[in-house]
C-alpha cells in the first residue's frame, strides 16, 4: 500500500531529521556533546573514574567498565513529569541498559584500563527517538573522553573498536520511514529501534508491531533503512571528530 500523507515536517522517508552536534557543550566532563535530532536535545556527558564496580574486580585481569544513565527533564515533554529523585522508572531503566549495552560493543574494555566510563545521557527536549540520539551522542562523548585520554598516553588507540549510532524506523500505513519523530512514533504500525557500528553490524534491534503482524520483508525494509541511517550518523559523529584534531577512529 502506498501512503500518500506526507510527513509531519515534509521529509522524505529516507531522509533523517536535521542533526546538530554540539562538543563540549559543558567544560567539566572529560567528554561532553549536546545531540539534536530535530527537536529531541539530549546532552551526554561522559565521567571516567578510577576503579572498576567489585564484581568486575573480582573477575580479575585487565579492563575497565562502561556504564550509562538516562533521564529525562521535567518539562522535557508537554506535560510535567515528576524528577526522577529516588529510582529511575522501569523506562529509563530499560534504556539505560540499552545505552550501556551498546557503548560498550564500540570500545574493548580491556584495553580501558582500571576506570569506569559513565555516560549521563538527560533529554532536555524530547520529540520522538530520544534513546537513539542518546547513544548517538553518547559514543561520541565518550570517543571525546577517550581520545584526550590516548593523547595523554594513558590508554591505547586499540581501545576503539567501531564507531557506534542509532536510529529508528517504522511502518506508518505501509511505508517504512526513517527518524520518527514523536507524532510518527505515536501512530506507527511498527515500531523499531536499531543499533549498529560502522561495520553494518548490527547491536540491538527493538520492534515491535503496535497494530498486527508484519511480514519478515517488511523488516527487512526498516533494516536496511535504518543502516542507511546509521551511516549517515557515523559519518557525523567522524566529521565532528576530526574537527576537534582527532581522526576517525
Same mark, same amino acid.
Given at each position: =500500500?502506498?501512503?500518500?500523507?506526507?510527513? #509531519?515536517?515534509?521529509?522524505?522517508?529516507?531522509?533523517?531529521?536535521?542533526?546538530?552536534? *554540539?562538543?563540549?557543550?559543558?567544560?567539566?566532563?572529560?567528554?561532553?556533546?549536546?545531540?539534536?535530532?530535530?527537536?529531541?536535545?539530549?546532552?551526554?556527558?561522559?565521567?571516567?573514574?578510577?576503579?572498576?564496580?567489585?564484581?568486575?574486580?573480582?573477575?580479575?585481569?585487565?579492563?575497565?567498565?562502561?556504564?550509562?544513565?538516562?533521564?529525562?527533564?521535567?518539562?522535557?515533554? *508537554?506535560?510535567?513529569?515528576? @524528577?526522577?529523585?529516588?529510582? #529511575? @522508572?522501569?523506562?529509563?531503566?530499560?534504556?539505560?541498559?540499552?545505552?550501556?549495552?551498546?557503548?560498550?560493543?564500540? /570500545?574493548?574494555?580491556?584495553?580501558?584500563?582500571?576506570?569506569?566510563?559513565?555516560?549521563?545521557?538527560?533529554?532536555?527536549?524530547?520529540?520522538?527517538?530520544?534513546?537513539?540520539?542518546?547513544?548517538?551522542?553518547?559514543?561520541?562523548?565518550?570517543?571525546?573522553? !577517550? *581520545?584526550?585520554?590516548?593523547?595523554?598516553?594513558?590508554?591505547?588507540?586499540?581501545?576503539?573498536?567501531?564507531?557506534?549510532?542509532?536510529?529508528?524506523?517504522?511502518? !506508518?500505513?505501509?511505508?517504512?520511514?526513517?527518524?520518527?519523530?514523536?507524532?510518527?512514533?505515536?501512530?506507527?504500525?511498527?515500531?523499531?529501534?536499531?543499533?549498529?557500528?560502522?561495520?553494518?553490524? /548490527?547491536?540491538?534491534?527493538?520492534?515491535?508491531?503496535? @497494530?498486527?503482524?508484519? #511480514?519478515?520483508?517488511?523488516?527487512?525494509?526498516?533494516?536496511?533503512?535504518?543502516? =542507511?541511517?546509521?551511516? @549517515?550518523?557515523?559519518?557525523?559523529?567522524?566529521?565532528? !571528530?576530526?574537527? =576537534?584534531?582527532?581522526?576517525?577512529?
Amino acid at each position: =500500500m502506498t501512503l500518500t500523507q506526507p510527513r #509531519p515536517d515534509g521529509r522524505d522517508p529516507a531522509e533523517l531529521r536535521p542533526l546538530e552536534i *554540539h562538543p563540549n557543550f559543558i567544560i567539566y566532563p572529560e567528554g561532553s556533546v549536546l545531540i539534536s535530532t530535530g527537536r529531541t536535545k539530549v546532552l551526554c556527558n561522559a565521567s571516567l573514574l578510577p576503579g572498576v564496580p567489585r564484581w568486575r574486580e573480582a573477575q580479575g585481569g585487565p579492563g575497565g567498565w562502561i556504564t550509562a544513565e538516562y533521564a529525562m527533564l521535567p518539562r522535557a515533554t *508537554h506535560n510535567r513529569s515528576n @524528577r526522577e529523585t529516588t529510582s #529511575p @522508572r522501569a523506562r529509563s531503566q530499560e534504556i539505560k541498559r540499552l545505552i550501556g549495552r551498546s557503548l560498550r560493543a564500540g /570500545f574493548d574494555l580491556s584495553q580501558l584500563g582500571q576506570i569506569t566510563a559513565i555516560v549521563d545521557c538527560d533529554v532536555l527536549q524530547a520529540d520522538g527517538g530520544t534513546r537513539t540520539a542518546a547513544v548517538t551522542g553518547g559514543y561520541l562523548a565518550l570517543a571525546i573522553a !577517550l *581520545h584526550k585520554r590516548i593523547d595523554l598516553g594513558d590508554c591505547p588507540p586499540e581501545v576503539f573498536l567501531s564507531p557506534v549510532a542509532a536510529v529508528s524506523v517504522g511502518l !506508518l500505513g505501509g511505508q517504512a520511514r526513517l527518524d520518527l519523530d514523536y507524532e510518527e512514533d505515536s501512530a506507527a504500525d511498527v515500531d523499531c529501534n536499531v543499533v549498529m557500528n560502522a561495520k553494518h553490524e /548490527f547491536i540491538e534491534i527493538q520492534a515491535t508491531a503496535e @497494530r498486527g503482524a508484519f #511480514p519478515k520483508d517488511r523488516l527487512d525494509d526498516l533494516l536496511g533503512l535504518a543502516q =542507511m541511517g546509521i551511516g @549517515r550518523l557515523i559519518s557525523a559523529q567522524a566529521e565532528a !571528530l576530526a574537527k =576537534m584534531g582527532w581522526g576517525e577512529p
